[in-house]
């Protein structure tokens, strides 16, 4: 099936949705959710009567919504209100049905385990830990994902002393990070191993993981040392930390007479290995 054109379950009830692979989200047609949560005769008719409820609340949803061309029942295809997940969760928020209230449920649980997790850092390393478990990653694997949150986070704190603030930015520098050390830019790596919102590091195998590492660890240190005061110096030192990685990515290449920059992705490579120790 077409990821462009797939169709997702949601409580056996079938959503339109699109996957935009520029924005890197699915978006889900929000008179298909209504249908199913609300049991609405005229689902397009409760939407235009909660868009109005939520303007006079002041919500910017309905602004924030776009339009994409959906297939109807009909076969033909139409502009049609879509909502990422974001706005999805948002928008159920505001539905009353008890078919909302599971949802509703859960959001305000995540919400406490956040506020908790900001006075006790410590509890989201254990939901870490317990979330890789459940999806059947090793401890080894998971010890080393841990580690490359920790040399991740010391790399973005290096960038904001020099004085870069914002995320996009962040962004463009770890894809020259990438680029340099894999090959790849981030949206060509993660298209390699057939992925769309999954994490790329997630599907990494351990020798991914720890060039990454290696590459994000000197890209720190040849900051501190350049101390660089543009933007565009920071991507030289991305570029400069990428290629320490990179060099020894094709040193163990030719040791090992194969390529390390796998197009498997985590159900393959560890979930196979799980499998074999059985």
């Not at 939407?47 to 309905?62: A, D, I, P």
């Not at 317990?130 to 580690?147: A, C, E, H, M």
């Amino acid at each position: 099936m077409d990821e462009t054109t797939a169709i997702k379950l949601f409580n056996n009830s079938k959503i339109r949705v699109k996957w935009d692979s520029e924005q890197e989200k699915w978006f889900f047609s929000i008179v298909d959710v209504i249908a199913i949560l609300t049991e609405s005769s005229n689902p397009r008719k409760y939407w235009s009567v909660l868009k109005t409820r939520l303007k006079q609340e002041g919500s910017e949803l309905t602004t924030n919504c776009s339009q994409l061309k959906l297939r109807s029942a009909d076969g033909k295809y139409y502009a049609t209100d879509v909502a990422d997940t974001e706005q999805l969760l948002r928008l159920i928020q505001s539905v009353p049905s008890k078919k909302a209230e599971p949802f509703k449920l859960w959001l305000a649980k995540i919400g406490r385990e956040r506020i908790d997790e900001t006075e006790d850092p410590e509890l989201t390393i254990d939901r870490a830990m317990k979330t890789y478990l459940k999806k059947g990653y090793s401890v080894d694997w998971i010890n080393q994902r841990l580690k490359t949150i920790e040399v991740r986070k010391q790399l973005t704190d290096e960038w904001t002393r020099v004085g870069i603030k914002k995320q996009e930015n962040f962004a463009i520098l770890t894809n020259e990070i990438t680029k340099a050390w894999s090959g790849k830019t981030i949206k060509d790596y993660k298209e390699f191993k057939g992925l769309k919102k999954e994490n790329l590091r997630d599907n990494m195998s351990n020798v991914e993981l720890i060039l990454n590492m290696l590459a994000e660890v000197s890209t720190k240190e040849l900051s501190k040392k350049e101390d660089p005061e543009t933007f565009d110096e920071s991507q030289e030192i991305a570029k400069k930390g990428g290629n320490v990685a990179k060099v020894a990515k094709e040193n163990l290449e030719t040791q090992l007479g194969e390529k390390v920059v796998t197009s498997k992705n985590a159900k393959e490579i560890y979930f196979k290995e799980k499998k074999k120790l059985k």
